[in-house]
């Protein structure tokens, strides 16, 4: 039996009023998806939203190059590292580019990229490479599903990751290292998402209504929320706000999992000041969502 975390959130320190962008971090955001069918370029620019909204000094979006100067429309804050792609317009990146990747703080990699669907699993591979720059890293949507269907996780270090799984994502993983659990069942959550992350050796955010963060030896229960949040991009947010508090508590002894905590907290958080300002239960945007966020920050140092 797994104990559930009842410990208070650590604060969050004071920002340096002296600081500048360089001091506050920077963050590599990878995703997106150049398929003709089937393209995704909002995934990886809400992220990349939430991270500034929380506070990041810098944001590096890594898109495909062929949706890549859409991507930086949508957040023009943020500087571009283009992904290459092969003949089906799926992501790779040569030394070059993930040199230029891992010149950050932590990265966020999965959003929007798709399915992983030609049989060298380009995907996969691109996610594996990124966990391997040896940076702290969030696994997020498609990421996560490649590293399954790569049959990756296993062979990879995840010690420095958080893997952000639906339900439906934490499943497909969960099968694949042999874990019957129910992540719908909400008194089975807690243990669902200790039990996968003891197995990977990682911290996992098993999202939804309560959602947990656990370390494989503890899983915290977050009691804050909204049925408001149930909308496209709400999970892409909340990737680039726990990648954005890495980069910025990097000096401080935060651990990923309370980092973790902190990041659903306030995101869950935001999600009911949203609704109490609308007086609404749907109808949310996730860029508005990420505009919430910097109050919610300031009221957690």
């Not at 995703?31 to 990041?56: D, K, N, Q, V």
């Not at 999600?271 to 920050?297: C, N, T, Y």
């Amino acid at each position: 039996m797994i104990p559930e975390d009842t410990t208070e959130l650590p604060r969050l320190p004071n920002r340096d009023p002296n600081g500048h962008k360089g001091t506050f971090g920077t963050l590599s955001i990878v995703g997106g998806c150049a398929l003709h069918e089937s393209p995704m370029i909002g995934a990886p620019t809400l992220a990349a939203l939430a991270a500034f909204r929380t506070g990041c000094g810098l944001v590096r979006l890594a898109m495909p190059t062929p949706i890549l100067i859409a991507g930086l429309s949508l957040e023009p804050s943020a500087t571009g590292i283009g992904l290459g792609v092969d003949d089906e317009r799926n992501p790779i990146a040569g030394s070059d580019t993930l040199n230029l990747i891992g010149d950050a703080d932590a990265i966020v990699v999965g959003p929007g990229f798709g399915s992983d669907r030609a049989r060298n699993r380009p995907i996969a591979h691109l996610v594996s490479d990124c966990i391997g720059l040896g940076l702290p890293t969030v696994v997020d949507a498609d990421g996560l599903n490649a590293l399954v269907t790569g049959e990756m996780l296993a062979r990879i270090d995840l010690a420095r990751c958080v893997l952000t799984p639906h339900p439906g994502e934490f499943v497909r993983l969960a099968k694949a290292r042999g874990i019957a659990a129910d992540p719908t069942d909400e008194s089975e959550r807690p243990g669902a998402a200790a039990a996968l992350a003891h197995s990977l050796g990682c911290v996992v955010v098993l999202k939804g209504a309560h959602t947990v963060v656990s370390d494989g030896t503890k899983s915290w229960v977050c009691d804050h929320g909204h049925a408001c949040m149930a909308t496209a991009g709400t999970g892409d947010v909340l990737a680039g706000l726990i990648g954005s508090l890495i980069v910025q508590l990097r000096e401080f002894d935060f651990s990923l999992y309370d980092i973790a905590r902190l990041g659903v907290q306030t995101h869950a958080t935001a999600g009911e000041r949203w609704s109490k300002r609308h007086q609404a239960d749907a109808g949310m945007f996730a860029r508005e969502l990420a505009d919430e966020l910097p109050k919610v920050i300031s009221e957690l140092r």
